[in-house]
C-alpha cells in the first residue's frame, strides 16, 4: 500500500505518520504548509484520534523542530495553579512558592507549546491567555515586570468551541485567536480506508517493543476489526493491537485475539421473535450520538448528517431540552 511523502519526513522527535485516505492526506497536506509559518493552530476531534501526534508533526516539520515541544492538558490543571503553571511564578508570590519558576510559555521558548482541551480554561484565565497571544508576552505571578515569549500556540480540543461561546463558556475573541487555522481529525469511524495500514503499522511498533513474532492478521481479524465502530478511536486501535500482540499464537493476529468488545461487534439484526420500532432505534442512536459528543448538538447534527433544527426538533419530540444528555437522561427516555 503506498504511503505519503509526508511520512518521509522524520525526525528523531517525531517518527511520522501513517495515512492512507484522501481525507487524512488532505489534512496533513494542510498542517504542512501551515508549520512553515508561526499561525496559531486549532485542532478539533474526538478523544483518541491523534490531536497531539498531529501537533508534533506541525512542530516537527517547522523552522522550530530543534526547539522543544511541550503538551499540557489545560483540563488536568486545578484552577488555583494555572497561572502559575503557564505563566510562572516569583519567589513568595505565595504559599510554597520557594523559588522563582518560569512557566510553561517560557519552558517552551522557541517551540510549541500545545494547549490541550484548550476548552477547560477557565474564563477568568481566558483574558490572560488572550493576552500573551497578542503581546507574547507573559508576567510571572507576583511580578511587575514583562518577559519576552517567542513561543508558538497550538490548541487542541474535543469540544465544539462555537457552541461553548454560543453558551457564554469560552471568550469569542480567545476563540477566534485560536482559530487562525482549524485542523479537524475525523474519527477512525470516517476514515477506516486507514485502518488496515495503521493497523499494520501499530502492531510493526508494538511486535518490537513485546519482543513477540507477530507480523499481521488473518484476513478474518481485519474483517472483523472493520466492522466496529472504534468510539476510542486510535488510542483504542493501538491498546487493541497491543492485547492482541500480546496474546496471539502464531505469526498472524486472528479474531479470538481480539479484545472481546471488538470480537463480539456485530451489525443490527432483526429477529423473528421481536423486532424494534424503528423510532427507539433512532432514538436510541441519536441519544448516543449526543452523549459521546458531550452533548454538543452542533457536532452531532454533522455527523449525523442532519439539519440543526431537525435535531433539535427530534431532542424535544423525545422530551429532551438540556443541550447536555447524560446516561441517566436516556435512561429515563427508555433508551
Not at 23 to 34: F, T, Y
Not at 49 to 57: D, I, N, P, T
Not at 206 to 234: K, S
Not at 316 to 326: A, H, L
Request: proline share 4%; hydrophobic share 40%.
Amino acid at each position: 500500500m503506498e504511503r505519503t511523502c509526508f511520512e518521509r519526513r522524520r525526525s528523531k522527535r517525531d517518527p511520522g505518520l501513517s495515512v492512507y485516505s484522501a481525507m487524512m492526506r488532505r489534512l496533513v497536506s494542510i498542517a504542512l504548509r501551515v508549520a512553515e509559518v508561526d499561525s496559531t493552530v486549532l485542532i478539533i476531534g474526538e478523544s483518541g484520534v491523534g490531536k497531539e501526534r498531529l501537533a508534533r508533526y506541525i512542530h516537527s516539520s517547522s523552522p522550530r523542530a530543534a526547539g522543544p515541544f511541550i503538551p499540557v492538558n489545560c483540563g488536568a490543571l486545578p484552577d488555583a495553579l494555572f497561572e502559575s503553571e503557564l505563566f510562572g511564578h516569583a519567589r513568595g508570590a505565595f504559599t510554597g512558592a520557594l523559588h522563582d519558576r518560569p512557566g510553561l510559555f517560557e519552558a517552551a521558548q522557541g517551540g510549541t507549546l500545545l494547549l490541550d482541551e484548550v476548552g477547560d480554561v477557565p474564563l477568568p484565565m481566558q483574558v490572560k491567555l488572550l493576552r500573551v497571544l497578542q503581546e507574547h508576552q507573559v508576567r510571572r505571578v507576583g511580578e511587575n515586570r514583562e518577559r519576552r515569549v517567542n513561543t508558538r500556540i497550538i490548541a487542541a480540543t474535543n469540544r465544539d468551541l462555537a457552541e461553548e461561546v454560543a453558551e457564554r463558556r469560552f471568550r469569542r475573541d480567545l476563540f477566534y485567536r485560536l482559530r487562525v487555522v482549524e485542523l479537524r481529525v475525523p474519527p477512525l469511524r470516517e476514515r477506516l480506508e486507514d485502518l488496515r495500514g495503521l493497523a499494520q503499522t501499530l502492531l510493526a511498533r508494538i511486535a518490537v517493543r513485546l519482543r513477540r513474532p507477530v507480523t499481521g492478521y488473518t484476513e478474518d481479524a481485519l474483517e472483523q476489526m472493520l466492522r466496529y465502530p472504534w468510539p476510542g478511536n486510535v488510542r483504542e486501535l493501538e491498546n487493541a493491537v497491543e492485547r492482541a500482540c500480546a496474546l496471539a499464537t502464531g505469526e498472524l493476529i486472528d479474531v479470538d485475539d481480539l479484545p472481546d468488545d471488538v470480537r463480539h461487534h456485530h451489525a443490527l439484526v432483526i429477529t423473528s421473535e421481536h423486532v424494534r420500532p424503528l423510532r427507539d432505534i433512532e432514538q436510541e442512536y441519536i441519544l448516543a450520538a449526543l452523549e459521546r459528543n458531550h452533548g454538543s448538538r452542533t457536532l452531532t447534527a454533522e455527523q449525523l448528517r442532519i439539519g440543526l433544527a431537525t435535531l433539535r426538533r427530534k431532542l424535544n419530540s423525545y422530551g429532551i431540552r438540556d443541550r447536555r444528555v447524560t446516561r441517566s437522561q436516556r435512561a429515563l427516555s427508555g433508551v
